[in-house]
C-alpha cells in the first residue's frame, strides 16, 4: 500500500512540473497553430537564469527564500520578454507557411537557443539547490518527503486554474478562445490577432521557463536538458489533445504517473511506458483525448 | 507533369560523380560519402512529403537498419558492403511495412508527432539494453567488396564512396520515376485531398503505406552506409535530433527536385565541417541561422534556384488557401 502510494505521489509531484511546460506548449498550438520545438529550450532557459539568480543571492548570503524569490522574478522577466522578441521579430515572418515549416522554424530556434545556453552557461553541470531546503521535511502517511516537492503541487494546480479561469471566464479569455476557434471571424469582428498572437506566445514561454525555474532547485542543469522535456511535454498535449487545457492535466497526470511507476517497477522502460501510453490512446483518439472532432474538408 | 532529366542522362552523372571521387582529397571523401547517405534518406522523406505527411521519425529505420546490420553481420561474418547496405535496407523496409498500414490514418503534425514517438521508443529501448551496448553501442569491422579487402585507408573510403553514390543515385533515379508514375500521382492527390481520392476508387492509406514503406527502406540503407563509414552505431542514430537533420536536408532541398537533395545534403555536410574547424562550439546555432536563412529567402529550398518556372502549372494546383491578414482593417 505504502509503495503504491509512493507511486502516486512521486507521480503528482512529476506531473505538477510536466502540467506546467506542457500547459505553455499546448496553449501555443491552440492559439498560433505552432508545435513549438524550442518550448523544451524555453524551459532550460528558465532552468539556468533560475540557477544564475539562487547563486548570486547565494553570494551575497542572503536568505534562500530572497534567492527562490529572485528566482521567480527575473524568469518571468525574461522569459516573456524573450518570448514577446521571438515572436514579433522571428516568427511573425512565418505566417501563413505551412504547419510543418513553423516546426521547422522553432526547431531552427531550438538548436540556436542549445547552443547560446552553452556558451552563457558553459556545459558543466550547474546547480541551485539552495531554495530546495525551504520548506523542510514533510512527513505523509509514514513517508517523508521534501516539503518543497509537495508545494509544487498546489502552485501547479494554482497556475492551472488561473489560466482555465482567465480562459473562460474574462474577457481577455474569451477573446483568446475566439481566435482559437476561428481566426479569420475574429479579425472580422475587430479582434487584434497580431496582439494576442504575441501575447499567447509569450505567455507560453513564461510558463516553460517558470517550469523551469521551478525545478532548477530540484535538478542539475546540463545540455540535453532542453531535448529531455520537449519529448515529454510532446506526449503529455498529444496524449492530452493538442490546445486543451484539461487534456494538459490529464495528459501530465498520465505520464508523471508512467514515469514513477516505471522507476520504481521496470527503469529500462520508461520512454517507453510513456510512448506506449501516447500510441494507446492515438490509436482508439486520433486527436488526443480532449480534442473536439472537427468537420472534414471535401 | 513536365519531364525533367532522362533517366539515362541521371546515370550519366551518377558516373561522373563516382569517377570525380578519385580526384577528391580523402577528407572530402567521407563528407561526400556522409552527405551521399544522408541524402538517400532525406530522399525517402521526399516521397514520403509528396503525400503530405512528414516524418519526423526517420532515426526509427535509421536506427533500425544500422542496427540490423551490425547484428546480423557480426552473427553472420557478413562484410560485403553491398550485401550490407542490402541488409539494412531489407530490416528498414520490413519494419516499414509493418508501421506504416498502422499510421496511415493519421495526417501533418500527428503523423509527425507518432512517427517522432516510435523513434524514440528505439532510442529509449536501445539505450537501455545492455546487450547491445547500451548508450555507448559498439563497433563493427571495415566492410569489403566482392571478396576485395581494402587494407589502404584511402581505397576503403573510396570504395564506401562510391557505393554510396551509386546506390543512393539509383535511388535518386527510381524516385524520378516513382514521381512520374501512377502511385507518384496519387501521392500528389492524396497530399490535396485524401478523401477525395478515396472516392475515385484508390486507397489512399495504401499510397500512404507504400511511399512510407519505400522511405524506410531508404532510411535503412542508409543507416547502414553510416554504420560502415563510422563503423559505430549508437542510439543516437534513433534520436530525434537525427531525425530533425534529416527533414532539414529534405526542407532545405525543397520538394520539386531529386539533385537537389543531393546538393542540399552536401551543403549541410559542408557547413556543418566548416563550422566544426571554425566555431567548434556553436555548429548548432550555424545550423539554426543557416535554417531559418533558407526557409526565410528560398522557401521552396534550394531546388528553386534552378527550376524556376518549370511547373508552373502544376503549382497552381497546389497552391494552398492563403490565410487572412491578422491585423484588422481600421
Partial sequence: MNFFLTIVLDGLIQASWLFIVALGLTLVFGVLKILNIAHGSFYALGAYIAATAVTTVAAHSLAPSVGFIAMLISVALIGSTVGLLLERGLLKMFYGRDEVVLLLVTYAVFLILEDLTKLIWGVNPIYATQPYELFGNLEFAGLSYVGYDLVLLPVSAAIGFLVWFGLNRTITGKI???VIHNEEMSVSMGVRVNRVYAVAFAFGVLLASLAGALTAPKISMQPGLSSDVIILSFAIVVIGGLGSVEGAAVGAILVGLARAASVHLLPQAELFMIYLIMAGVLMFRPEGLFKRETARRI | MKQGLHPVVMIMLVAAAVLFGRLLPTWTLSLATIAASNALIALGIVILARTGNVSFGQGLFYAAGGYGVALIANA??????????LIGAICAGLLGLVIGPLLARYTGIFFGMLTLALSMVLYGALVKTTALGGSDGFNIGRPTLFGMNFT?????D?????VSVVT??????????LFRSELGLASLAVRENNLRVEYLGISSSRVITINFAIAALFAG????????AQRHIDPQFAYWTTSGEFVFVAVLAGYQSVAAVFVASLALELVRSFSNLYLPNTWQLVLGVFLLGVILFLPRGIGSLWIRQRRKGVEAASVRPVRVQTEPVQ
Fill in chain 2, 168 to 177: 543512393t543515385g539509383l535511388a535518386g533515379v527510381s524516385a524520378t520515376i
Fill in chain 1, 176 to 178: 483568446v478562445l475566439a
Fill in chain 2, 76 to 85: 553472420w561474418g557478413i562484410t560485403d558492403a553491398l550485401v550490407q547496405m
Fill in chain 2, 152 to 156: 589502404d585507408t584511402r581505397e576503403a
Fill in chain 2, 221 to 228: 540503407a542508409s543507416g547502414a552506409f553510416a554504420l560502415m
Fill in chain 2, 158 to 162: 573510396f570504395m564506401l564512396y562510391a
